[in-house]
Structure formats: C-alpha cells, structure tokens
C-alpha cells in the first residue's frame, strides 16, 4: 500500500539529515535517529506542547510540574498480562468482529489492573468502563482541526466523563487521580490499536498466519514489524522552549517539532534489509530479526527520554498475547488494508472475518 497524506509525506522524509517542514508548515518533522534523540532527550529545549486533553502547556510557566507516571514494575506487567489473557479467552467473536471494538474491554480491564493492582474487581471494571469512556470523549477533541472551545459540547462531555473516572479512582484509593488517569488513557488506546493493527494484518496474509501458528516464536518479530510500519503512536509532539539547533539547523522558538517512528523504522541502519536476505523495508518479514545483526525497538516506537513509555513491557505483553490468541482462529480480510491516520495510525477498516479453528488442527 502506497502512504498518503502527512502518513506518505513523513514516510518519504525518512532519513532527512535537516529537519522538513510538514502538514503545511505545522510541524517540523525531525526524521534521523540522532535528530530524534535531541529532541526526545534534550528536556531544557524541547517540552510537550499539550496535555491530554489538549489544553497547551505554558511555556515556560508549568515547564517541569508535570508530574511523570513511573515505569511499571516486573509484578504489575505479569499481573496486567494475566488478566489480559482470561479476558481474551472469553471474548465472544461474532463472524466478523471489529478488531478495535474486540480489544477494547480485555485491553483497559489490563491496563487497569496493572495501574491499579489494589482495586477491587468491580473497581477495576467500572475504572476500564470510565476509561474508555473517557477516550472515546476524547477522540474529538484530538482529531480537531483546531482544539474545541472550552465551553463546546465536546469539551463539557469529556469534562464531566473526566470527572467520573477521577471520582472513581479516588474511591479506589488512587491518591493523585488525574496522573493516574492519564497513563490509563494512553495505556488503554495505544494497545488497542497496535492489536488491532496485529489482527487485521493477519487476516491480509494467510501464510503468515500458518507460519505463526507452526512456530509460535516468532510471534515477537511481528509485533515489532507491525510496530515498526503501523505503530499508533507515529508523531511524537514537541515544542521548542527556545531558540534551539537540530544537528546544524536553527530552529526558533516555540515551533512544534515531531519525531517520527513511522520515518525512523524505514532508515537501513537501523532495520535490516534485502542485503540482509529479508524483504524491502516497506514489508513486514518476521525473519527480519533472526540474523540478530540489529535490535528491534531502535526506532523509537515506545518513545525515548524523560517521556518514554512507563508500559513499554505491559504494551508489548499484550500485543504477543494477542497474536497467541489471534493463532486460534482463521481470519480473513473485510477489505483492502487502509490507514487512518487522524489520532495515531489505526487501521481502516478495523473489521476481520473470523472462523474459529477446529480443535487440534
Ligand atoms: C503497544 C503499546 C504501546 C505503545 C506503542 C506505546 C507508545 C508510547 C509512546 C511512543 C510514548 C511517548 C509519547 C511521548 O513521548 O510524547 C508513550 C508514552 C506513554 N505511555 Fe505508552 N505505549 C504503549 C503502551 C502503554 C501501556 C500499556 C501503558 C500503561 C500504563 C502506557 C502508558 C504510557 C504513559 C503514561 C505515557 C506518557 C509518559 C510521559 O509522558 O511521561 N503505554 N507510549
């Protein structure tokens, strides 16, 4: 499939050694890994430009009082994959299922349970209830061409659904709700839509399914290609807090600044390639990674520095498990691959067919 848009113009700047200005001059799109790194890891010149809910975050006022979410321990990924699979196994497929629709419960009950561990099982259910609630009152608000008014119908939706979800973990015991609340949001769309995209690719290509189902290994390779081509979260939001250089290229103050994982995971020296015996960049091949000569992740799909993704185990716990599941059933496509690409990278559309696999074949 030939990317289109801002996703084919990020894709074909991949590589840059100078930043490139996209979406018409809205961002700054720094494109090669040590750019990316800069702007990822150098705190005092680059900050995010808004919070979730997309409300800007005030230069240089509220610069550092952002409270940061730490990472999830070793107890609170296994605890959170755990659930992760027993909702799975009890997800009721109808024949053609919409993938985004079917993760959406088994993902946020996961992400719940290992944000917070200590909730009582109804707790945990009405938090997951709430918290896609809360991102789907989002949704709107983040794919704006211009961020809502403060008073607009979207923004008292969201505030009110906002409201519920923090009343609902303050009853569960969650000291600072608001914190908590935001890993939940990004802890529970993200997944949701790289599982999609796992199920949906899947269902494009019969072989590789009987492939992983043969050896169920190679069900890591995967979700990394897929994390690699179609990883949701695709532009990393900055913004500069002053005048600032990218490599040699001086860039003003406050000028929003994306990375890109899109762009970095079609760079060949980080991936390996035709010369390395496996398929164009552009492909997913799952015996890309076998050789070992490169490391899967070197393109910044779980993000990098002070705001690197606290769930980067728990995310990629879920998306094997997924695949694992996915190795019970025959899935074929509704419809060409497409992407939609308006609040991360989402695959569109998000429906597979789906016949469950005799028992023992
Ligand atoms: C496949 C799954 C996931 C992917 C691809 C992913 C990707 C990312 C990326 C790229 C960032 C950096 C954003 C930035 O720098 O602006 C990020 C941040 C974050 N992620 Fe994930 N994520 C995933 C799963 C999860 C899970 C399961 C959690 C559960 C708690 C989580 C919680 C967060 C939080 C709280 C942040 C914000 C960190 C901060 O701003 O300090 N993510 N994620």
Redesign the pocket.
Known sequence: MEPLGLHGAVVRAAGSAEPVSIDGGRFLLVANLDGAREV?TRDDDFT?PFDVTRQSIRIPHEQGR?K??PP?SAAATQH?REVFVAELDSVDLPPEPDALAVLRLP?AR??TA??VPDASLADRDRIAELVLAWVDALAPIISADRPPTRWSAVRRTERRVRRGLFAALRSAGVDDPA?VA???????Q??I???AWCLVLLAQDATLQRRLREDPSLGTAF?WEV?RLY???WL???ITTRAVEIGQAPVPAYRPVV?S?VALGRLPELVPGPEHGVAGLDRIDVDRWAGGTHRPGTW?????????????????A??VAVVGWAGGLDLEPTAPLGIDADRGLAPAPSAVRVRPRPAGS
């Open positions: 990822l995010l952002t940061d979410f999830l959170g993902v996961s992400t290992s944000v914190v935001t890993a939940l949001a990004a802890g529970v993200v997944p839509a790289a599982g979700v994390l990883p949701p979260t990393i939001a900055r990375v994982p910044l799909p779980f993000g990098a520095g002070r705001h690197a993704c606290p769930g980067r185990s728990l995310g990629l879920q998306l």
